[in-house]
């Protein structure tokens, strides 16, 4: 046993490469199987003919995917586009100022940190739920703005799309804030120190040393708002009231109600191509920054 | 000026984060029915809660698959971790920027290639199907927080343990695992919870017999406006407010020890 024990630490030893190959294999294999051979799987299903249960039939066809093109989807993909484009815009506008406050903060820093972790590892479905309590016609807002007096009809904002970008920006903003957080706290506070002395006022310290240096934060958590968004079904179905149709409700209708596996399959692609388009832009700038950084 | 737009912003931000878990558990104490103003303070939302066994069944399916899929993305993400951590080559750099891909993938179209896979190899949908589905999203972040924790404990401890005689074995079983265990603790809560709080992929993934307790609470909110529903919601709020209390206190306390 023990001979054996040592014989198979020496050969780990003298072939570290072998030792490499087999750690991966069991992941490598898993994602293999269930990641990559079900999207080929799916990318083939786009061109097979539908089965009305659901499904498909033997043959090949392209009608799907020549329906990809016509207004009405292509109106239901620039629609979640700009949905998402407009959500990561304003989970920016409130996620940058929340990783200030954060930073700057002495005494309650672990706090307001917790405040933010809390909603990230709460349930999105049990949150975008409890944002109807807010924006309802009998919501917090709405009874708030009558008490004040500022309307007597209560605001219709739920079923409206302005609920779902409501529910898709503060649904994503912790995935914004925390990436900005981190990137915010490894700048050096010398070089704040040097701009200041050098004599710049605070909004110019704030345009040329603190954004350019968070910006790598800031692209990652754009990323990890607008991905999420643009697939989101759940968002526009609790909170649009099926009025609001995103591409990812479209998707999902396809393989539930209108069980058209192909054409559903069809739209995913879409999906992942825009998804994909948005990565390649990330991974572009990161590049081009990172050859910045070196001139 | 510029501090206190920051600051507005800031807590416009903090209100739209929290203001609504807030009233979704005030709310779950609300006597009236319809939620439409605070009737009184009531305990017969959660009262009900005990005689919906169908919640306990799908509480149990949660657990079951979290701590499944759980076990099986933490087990293969340490494996590969520890791969892409001892070795510094292309491939390994390769191999590393590809698992970004399943973390991006959005969800609805994951499920649906699953869904598309099962249904193309004859395979029931069931809880085995949600497992497998789980424990593959969960995967890709199990691997990556793993990677992080080897890469951030110093290794010359290692080479030590070998320099003074312990053989490959003895060094990763006395030395690597005790160090990196912070790491696959971080790694398993990260996959329990990812898994516990889905809903997509589960629903695509998950046959008739199967409902998690997302899948649960999503069929109720649907149909009707029923306060059971907010007891249940807010139980998960509180539950997943005391579990990271409870996790920050026991990571801070590590902290303070090293």
Known sequence: MTRLRSRVAAALHRHPRVQATALLLPAGVWLAVFFAIPLAIMATYAFRPRHILGGVYPGWTTVHVARLVEPLYLAVLGRSVVLSLLATALALLVSYPIALVIVRSTRWRSFLLFLVVLPFWTSFLVRTYATIFLIRDTGLINQVLQAIGVTHQPLRMLYTPGAVLFGLVTGFVPFMVLPIYASLEKLDPALLEAAEVLGAPEWRRFVRVIWPLTLPGVVVGSLLVFVPSLGSFLTSDLLGGAKVELIGNLVQNQFTSARNWPFGSALSFLLLMVVMLGMLAQLRYTAAHAKGKTA | ?258
């Open chain 2, 1 to 258: 000026m510029t501090r206190r737009l920051t600051a507005i912003l800031a807590l416009i931000g903090y209100a739209a984060l929290l203001l609504p878990l807030l009233l979704l558990v005030a709310w779950s104490f609300n006597a009236s029915r319809s939620g439409a103003r605070w009737d009184g303070f009531t305990l017969d939302w959660y009262h009900r809660l005990l005689h919906r066994g169908d919640l306990l069944v799908a509480l149990r399916t949660s657990l079951v698959v979290g701590v499944t899929a759980t076990v099986v993305s933490t087990g293969l993400g340490t494996l590969a971790a520890l791969a892409l951590g001892r070795e510094r080559s292309r491939a390994m750099g390769a191999i590393e920027s590809m698992l970004v891909l399943p973390i991006v993938t959005p969800e609805v179209v994951a499920g649906i290639s699953l869904l598309v896979l099962f249904s193309a190899a004859g395979v029931h949908l069931g809880l085995a199907t949600v497992i497998i589905a789980h424990a593959t999203f969960c995967l890709p972040f199990t691997i990556l927080v793993v990677l992080a924790r080897l890469r951030g404990m110093d290794r010359t401890l290692e080479d030590a343990a070998l320099t003074l005689g312990a053989d490959e074995i003895t060094a990763f079983r006395r030395v690597t695992v005790p160090l990196l265990l912070p790491g696959i603790v971080a790694a398993a809560l990260l996959a329990f919870t990812l898994s516990f709080d889905d809903f997509i992929v589960t629903f695509f993934t998950a046959g008739p017999g199967t409902s998690t307790l997302p899948l649960v609470i999503y069929g109720m909110v649907r149909r009707t406006v029923e306060p059971t529903v907010n007891a249940l919601s807010a139980l998960l709020v509180i539950g997943t407010t005391l579990l990271l209390v409870v996790t920050q206190r026991w990571t801070g306390r590590h902290a303070g020890e090293a």
